[in-house]
Structure formats: structure tokens, C-alpha cells
């Protein structure tokens, strides 16, 4: 497929008038946007008199309770599928073979959106899908709702690290302001979303920190989550995603390496770099890929061969942009 | 004194037109807040054609430099004397003596505010004294540019930890909207105020979360901070102060402890609590104080006995407000 008819907000206006059943996609390892999003537009669905049901492909952590309420159950038969924030359609998880080539309308926020659905409404300069849904919901002159904006909101907040990120613009704050109109409690879901750890995340993360290395002079930080690490604490999957921020966030690491133990000599390494150095080149030397800042590379062999194979790697793109002396310690 | 005559917005104004020469002044362990208070209202007053100095109790954080240039040198005798954001005169720390009670106007968002000063700008409702210097600059004319709402961003996004504390109004939101239309390059300015980490911070934080102990069905943790451990990674005063926060942060935690030794037998202890449990009520019964969800105390001997003293305390407001299962583990 891959070539999407592209949507402004007018045609998606006129889609979403026309139609009466919808199903409403969220991708996998659902975060604040995609369910915010996905919520948030079958609230107001409702509103409007249709009928709609919002399919997540995976158990909605409990966090996103403060605006996910029962969703309605339809004949996904008649419905129209319209998915929010899903850049991919692999990304549908366990939903993509039932809807992956079904997908009608994709509302999305990602400039990487690879145009698998029939129509898209893509707005690459909107911090998070829902900027994208609160427009179109005034624009269909919905009526607000503690629920809606707390669902909004959360998207929001969530995208952009709580306003953080350079996604940000004037509109982000300006829909935020608007969105405290409502009794949103955003101290209380930042709460929730940005200051609450488990115990057993904490524990992991002292073991972690435990394991913290440094390299080319202070230049790299390194960092390892074992197998074993994982079976006495206790976290895995999503539990661990925060622990790459660790390394990161050190004052003159240009590269921060987390490496994930994933089977028995099989290792994940997550690579978060700054100018000069590339994380996806020094990973796609490595058989891996990503992003400029951000990329990732999977690995066998001991934990000393892969972090040795790592550390190659950034030592030669270290070199070849002359961030400074790679002495290894 | 603790009777200043209360000023509105258009008596700040009035008083700044009037006078020619201003003294500026921060409060000690300088944050974002109180120098991108002091240095907007500089760079305001200096547009109007007045002479003006800012005078910070102590050295200031390189990582302000993104809105602090020199600030000129005026005849402190000939000034008019302006605090902002100093909520106690004992909060000017090494200037009190100097400026204690010569302050003519101080401008600030505390609630607590002493009134020590000859005239008091209070607005409890802003979220940052930053904000009401941006009111206060608008209405005074002034011309806005990078700097100015790179210091005002700073003040706002650090007192409310980037939009994330219960001071957040639909106003916060509005005032960044507008200082986006400058050159902020906010997200540079959050990495730095918020994910930036000094390696011997992180070494600190290794070392404090091994001595992670939980308490009362895990409704209370307790970390601690040795001298040893200042000693041993060099980490001191203001290096400290984001530790609080693991404690609090924990799921389930009601009551979370740092205890930092400040001398031989000598502890500080900080404390951070949820409802039913009450902060200032627990430190207070040690001699303490402090406010419902964030108090401290003072108390000596060994850590140990340190310990056991606040864990009584604890166990105590746990079972007067029946907050669960006070048997010690």
C-alpha cells in the first residue's frame, strides 16, 4: 500500500460526519498519546451520535485510568477503522493482521508515518496526536468534558516529556491553557506519569547504577541490565524503557550506552548520542539502525564481547568526527 | 517590621517610573526563579533608561548562563532596593545584614512572605515570581527579546518543574505561549534544568540507594547520605537537593525520608508525605517544622538513633491518622 490519500482536517471533518461505526485503533505498548487519542475522539464520536469502540492490541496499564472509561462494544464489521498514533501498521501488534491493510484513516503526528492506511491526516509539527484530535474536536464543535481534556492532556503531557521537548511550540501551551478550563488534576496525572517509581524499579536501577562504566574520557557511559537483574527484581518489557534516560543525562557523555540482556549471550544495546557523534551510525556498523540521537543494535556473545564490539564502534565514529581522545579506560 | 504596605501591579509600576536607581536582589542558593526574576527585571529597567544592579547572595550556577549577562555596577547608596522572590529576609543570607531591612519593595509568589520589606508586591496565585515580572513588564511597555524571555521562561519552567506542580494555571500556559514567540530554545534550557546529571551526582545516587530501607508495609522509605559519601564523591550543599525526591516517588510510599549527616552525631532529616500523613506534624513532634507535605528536622546522635527517632514519629501519625500497619520491619 503505501501511498495514502492525504487528509486535511476539513476532509477528516467530512469522514468522520459521514460515517456512523468506527473502530479506533491505538498502537501497541500503548503510551498517553495513542490512548489519549484514541479516547478522546470516541468520547466525542459519542457525542455526535455515532457508534464507535476503541481497540488497544494490549492491556491498558492502570496509570491511564483517569480518563479511560468502558469503551462501547460494535460489529467491527460495519465499521470504519480509523487508527491514532500509529506511525506503522506492525506497530498494531497483535491487531495488525486482523487490521493492518483495513486501516481507513490514520490521524498521526509522526513525520516517519509510512502511509499504510487508505487516507492520513498527518500534522508533523504537532507535538502529539492529541494537539491533532483537540483541533479536530472543536473544529466539530464538541463539547468539552473533564474526561476529554484529562484525556487530552495526558496525550500531551506525555509526548513532550511534560512541555520538555523541542516538539513544543506556542500552540502546545496555548492548548494546554486552554485544556486547565476543565478539572484536568495535571499536577496529579504528572504525578502519576513522571514521579511515581516501583520498589522494584528502584532496586533495579541501584543494581544498574551499579554497573555504570565510563569511557573516552568520561565521554561514554555504560550501563547494563542483566538477565539475572531482571528475574530477582522482577521488571521487564516496559518496566525497563526509563532506565535508558540514565545514561543519557550525564553532564559530558556524548554517548550513553544501555545494554539489555535478552537471552543467554543475547544482548539489546540502546545508544543515545550527542553532536558530533551519530548513535544510528555507530549502531548500523553494527547491523542495527535508528535516529541521529537515538538508535539501537541487537547482539550475541558474552556481555564483555558484545560491550567490546560497542565500544569499537564508538571509538571509530569518536575518531572519525573528532569528538576527542579515545584512549579506552 | 513585618508590616509591609501592600502593593498592587499598578503601585509597582508608579514606584518603578518614580525611581532612577535600583538595587536588584536574589535570594541565597539561587534557582531559576529568583535570577530570571531579577535579571528580566534588569534588563526592563535598564530599556526604561535606569541604572540597575543585580546582586545574588552567592556565586551563581553556570548553568544560568543562558539569560545572565554582566549586570552593571551602580552606588548602592543613591539605590532603591528591590527583592524578588526573597520570601524572609534570612533568605538574602549573606546580604541580609547589608539589605535585611532596607528592602523598599519585594516582589514575590510566596504565600509565606514575611513582610519584612517597606512595601510588598504579593501574588500567591502565580506560579512563579517570574510570572509576575512578565505581567509587570508587559504593562510596563517593555520591548521583549531573547534574553528576557529566556530568563523568564527559566524562573517559570523551574518553579513549577516544567508545568508539572499544582501552581500551573491556565495564566502559566498563556505567559509560555508568549515567550515562544522569542528565540528560547526551551528544550535546551529543560535538558539543562532537568536532565543533566554530574557524574558524581550519579555516583552519590548509587551509593544512597543502597542504603534504601523500607518500613511499615513498604508505606515508608528512608534513604541516607553520609559525610563519608559527600566526602567520597565530592558532592555538597545544592548537589543534594534533588534527592529528596527519590524517596517521594515511590509507589506507595507515604512517607519518604532523606537523612543527610551534616556533621560528627549531627543529621538533617527532610521529609515528604502523602495524605492521611502530615510532614509538619511528624517533624514538629522533633523539633522541626515545615509545611503538610514537605517538612525537616534537625536531630543528633548516632544514625541509628537518628533513624529510630523519626521512625517513631512516623509510626505515631501513622496511627493517629490510621494510615495502615505500623509494625516495624
Known amino acids: 500500500m503505501e501511498n495514502s490519500i492525504n487528509f486535511t482536517i476539513k476532509?477528516?471533518?467530512k469522514f468522520i460526519k459521514k460515517h456512523n461505526n468506527y473502530v479506533i485503533l491505538t498502537h501497541a505498548s500503548p503510551d498517553g498519546d495513542t490512548l489519549g487519542a484514541g479516547y478522546a475522539l470516541y468520547y466525542g464520536l459519542k457525542q455526535l451520535g455515532k457508534s464507535a469502540e476503541v481497540i488497544c492490541p494490549e492491556v491498558i496499564p492502570s496509570k491511564y485510568g483517569y480518563f479511560l472509561c468502558e469503551t462501547d462494544h460494535i460489529n467491527r464489521k460495519d465499521a470504519v477503522v480509523i487508527a491514532v498514533d500509529v506511525a506503522d501498521k506492525r506497530l498494531l501488534g497483535a491487531l495488525e493482521q486482523e487490521f493492518g491493510n483495513e486501516v481507513d484513516l490514520c490521524i498521526d503526528h509522526h513525520i516517519s508515518n509510512v502511509r499504510y492506511a487508505k487516507a492520513l491526516y498527518l500534522d508533523a509539527d504537532a507535538s502529539a496526536t492529541c494537539e491533532m484530535i483537540y483541533e479536530l474536536l472543536c473544529a466539530l464543535k464538541i463539547k468539552f468534558n473533564d474526561t476529554i481534556a484529562k484525556a487530552l492532556y495526558t496525550g500531551i503531557s506525555t509526548d513532550t516529556g511534560c512541555f520538555?521537548?523541542?516538539?513544543?511550540?506556542?500552540?502546545?501551551?496555548?492548548?494546554?491553557?486552554?485544556?486547565?478550563a476543565y478539572n484536568i488534576e495535571a499536577d496529579v496525572i504528572n504525578k502519576v506519569m513522571f514521579d511515581t517509581k516501583s520498589k522494584k524499579l528502584l532496586t533495579l536501577e541501584r543494581m544498574v547504577l551499579d554497573t555504570a562504566e565510563y569511557h573516552?574520557?568520561?565521554?561514554?557511559?555504560?550501563?547494563?541490565?542483566?538477565?539475572?537483574?531482571?528475574?530477582?527484581?522482577?521488571?521487564?518489557?516496559?518496566?525497563?524503557?526509563?532506565?535508558?534516560?540514565?545514561?543519557?543525562?550525564?553532564?559530558?557523555?556524548?554517548?550513553g550506552v544501555?545494554?539489555?540482556?535478552?537471552?543467554?549471550?543475547?544482548?539489546?544495546?540502546?545508544?543515545?548520542?550527542?553532536?558530533?557523534?551519530?548513535?544510528?551510525?555507530?549502531?548500523?556498523?553494527?547491523?542495527?539502525?535508528?535516529?541521529?540521537?537515538?538508535?539501537?543494535?541487537?547482539?550475541?556473545?558474552?556481555?564483555?564481547?558484545?560491550?567490546?564490539?560497542?565500544?569499537?564502534?564508538?571509538?571509530?565514529?569518536?575518531?572519525?568526527?573528532?569528538?576527542?581522545?579515545?584512549?579506552?579506560?
Chains 1, 2 share one sequence.
Open 11 to 13: 476532509d477528516t471533518i
Open 164 to 180: 520538555k521537548y523541542s516538539c513544543v511550540t506556542a500552540k502546545t501551551h496555548i492548548i494546554a491553557a486552554n485544556l486547565y
Open 216 to 255: 573516552f574520557d568520561d565521554k561514554c557511559m555504560m550501563i547494563s541490565i542483566t538477565a539475572d537483574m531482571q528475574n530477582k527484581t522482577g521488571c521487564s518489557g516496559t518496566d525497563l524503557e526509563g532506565l535508558v534516560n540514565i545514561s543519557r543525562s550525564v553532564e559530558g557523555v556524548l554517548a
Open 258 to 329: 544501555t545494554i539489555k540482556q535478552t537471552g543467554d549471550n543475547a544482548y539489546k544495546a540502546s545508544l543515545r548520542t550527542y553532536a558530533p557523534l551519530n548513535a544510528s551510525h555507530i549502531c548500523q556498523t553494527l547491523g542495527g539502525g535508528g535516529h541521529k540521537n537515538a538508535a539501537g543494535v541487537s547482539l550475541s556473545g558474552s556481555l564483555e564481547e558484545v560491550k567490546s564490539k560497542i565500544l569499537s564502534a564508538i571509538k571509530q565514529n569518536m575518531e572519525e568526527t573528532n569528538a576527542g581522545s579515545t584512549t579506552a579506560q
